[in-house]
């Protein structure tokens, strides 16, 4: 595609432009002329079977492919962006923290922070006071996440300062996303911020890492699993250790939160889907708390995820290298080309998905036809880098929206016709100031 049609298309809007561009090809893949950088859209879900599993060896997460060096600016070689025996050795020593088993087990104390968290909204709920729909979901998802895979090692106070670090570190790299080829020595509007945002967390993690290697001890949390030798021996230094505790701190948080941070609009645009949620949750929760057992019987909360997570994809871009020259449906792709997957992208094309800006979660009902397509809904992506946290992050999804379902009713004051904001995550661009009643009686059961 020219830079004349691309360039245009994309400032307007980059990620409905992506999407129109993918549905026009028909999924074939697309080189983008955007002047200095050319990347491939590779939209067909049987190309991206390719690139991320099948020949994922050929397709790595590279410098030169420029996407990832402002991100390792932050996390150094940490097991979101590393590549060979450094990721492997992260990936193996992360592992055992996400097997299906262990999630099962952190489901009660996960429900506990849950419960502590909204039982904060009772006070506004009383007073009739709007509370801050994405601020009071983060604090919630960082209360149960610190508690749960951070033993609570970082405090609520520290979770947060850290947060809004990150959204920082995010917000000031763009200029270097946007132009990856001005080198590091000329500055640029952003650096000062992302230095200082860094800066802040090191402070925060950096004496608790220091305070775990002094006293190791055998705790099954993030922090503990990371300061110990890997299971291949190998002996992390504090640089290693630092960026895999940030990159875990990151994904496991600020995903989560984006993606749930869609409901409240879902709830308040769609009547016909928030009635069938709130009988559901009705029915099987009651009075609560939710407990193990009611999440296998909260079907369509798992169905309203799955939409949610097609829609507004958290990781909604895969940037890739080309290690190799390979071929992807006819086009060849040199070594070293970046290749472009986006879930946001495939999952909203109308080359595979009938009506597809619609939020309908029968599309994910257990008696649907199966899709002809794997690649065609992959929110976690796939292959040897498929999301880890991906069962923890359903159980705690359902545990989440379980929860605040079975004790409120949520207005959502001002528009809900609510755009995306294209960040490391995808969160709405709007403040959602949502007002609550009881889901049943007086407030504050
Ligand atoms: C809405 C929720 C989430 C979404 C949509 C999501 C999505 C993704 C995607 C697309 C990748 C692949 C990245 C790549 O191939 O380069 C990934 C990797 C990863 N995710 Fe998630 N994720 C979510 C939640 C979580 C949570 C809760 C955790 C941890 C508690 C987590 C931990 C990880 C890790 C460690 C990786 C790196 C795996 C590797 O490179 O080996 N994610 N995630």
């Known amino acids: 595609m020219p830079v004349r049609r691309a360039l245009p298309t ?14 026009e090809a028909r999924g074939q893949v697309v080189r983008l002329n955007l002047g200095t950088f050319r990347p491939w859209l590779v939209s067909h879900p049987e190309h991206l079977q390719r690139v991320l599993r099948d020949n994922a060896a050929n397709y790595v997460r590279d410098d030169r492919g420029l996407l990832w060096r402002p991100v390792r600016r932050v996390v150094g070689e940490a097991i979101l962006v590393a590549e060979g025996e450094v990721w492997e050795s992260s990936r193996a020593a992360l592992q055992p923290l996400f097997t299906a088993k262990r999630a099962e087990t952190l489901v009660e104390r996960m429900a506990e922070a849950i419960g502590e968290a909204v039982d904060d909204w009772v006070e506004p709920a009383r007073a009739g006071r709007p509370i801050d729909g994405a601020r009071e979901l983060k604090t919630l998802v960082l209360r149960a996440t610190m508690r749960v895979l951070f033993a609570d090692r970082i405090s609520l106070a520290d979770a947060l300062r850290i947060s809004a670090a990150l959204d920082t570190v995010t917000t000031a790299m763009m200029p270097r996303l946007v132009a990856p080829f001005v080198p590091y020595a000329v500055p640029m509007p952003g650096d000062r911020a992302f230095r200082e945002a860094v800066r802040t967390i090191d402070q925060v993690v950096l004496p608790i890492i220091r305070s775990v290697r002094a006293r190791p001890d055998d705790g099954d949390d993030i922090i503990a699993t990371l300061c110990r030798p890997r299971p291949d021996g190998r002996v992390p230094d504090e640089y290693q250790i630092r960026g895999d505790v940030v990159a875990m701190f990151s994904t496991a948080t600020e995903t989560t939160i984006a993606l749930l941070s869609w409901l409240w ?35 369509y909360t798992r169905m309203v995820l799955d939409e949610l997570l097609r829609l507004y994809p958290a990781g909604w871009l895969i940037p890739r290298t080309a290690v190799a020259d390979d071929v992807l449906g006819g086009v060849r792709i040199p070594a ?48 040897p880098h498929r999301c880890l946290g991906q069962y923890l992050f359903l159980l705690e999804a359902q545990l989440i929206v379980g929860t605040v379902l079975s004790r409120f009713r949520f207005r959502l004051a001002g528009p809900a016709d609510l755009t995306p904001r294209m960040g490391a995550s995808l969160s709405p661009r709007q403040r959602m100031a949502l007002t609550l009643t009881p889901a049943r009686g007086p407030v504050g059961r």
């Open 265 to 299: 609009p879902v709830l308040a645009t769609q009547p016909d889907v928030a009635a069938t949620l709130h009988e559901e949750v009705d029915r099987v929760v009651g009075d609560g708390p939710v407990r193990r057992e009611h999440l296998g019987e909260l079907r």
């Open 10 to 23: 994309l400032l307007k809007d980059p990620l409905g432009g992506l999407v129109r561009i993918a549905d």
């Open 336 to 383: 070293g080309g970046t290749v472009l997957v986006s879930p946001y992208v495939t999952q909203r094309m109308a080359t595979f998905w009938p009506d597809p800006t619609r939020f309908d979660p029968e599309r994910f009902a257990p008696d649907q036809p199966r899709r002809r397509y794997r690649y065609a809904h992959f929110p976690f992506g796939g292959g």
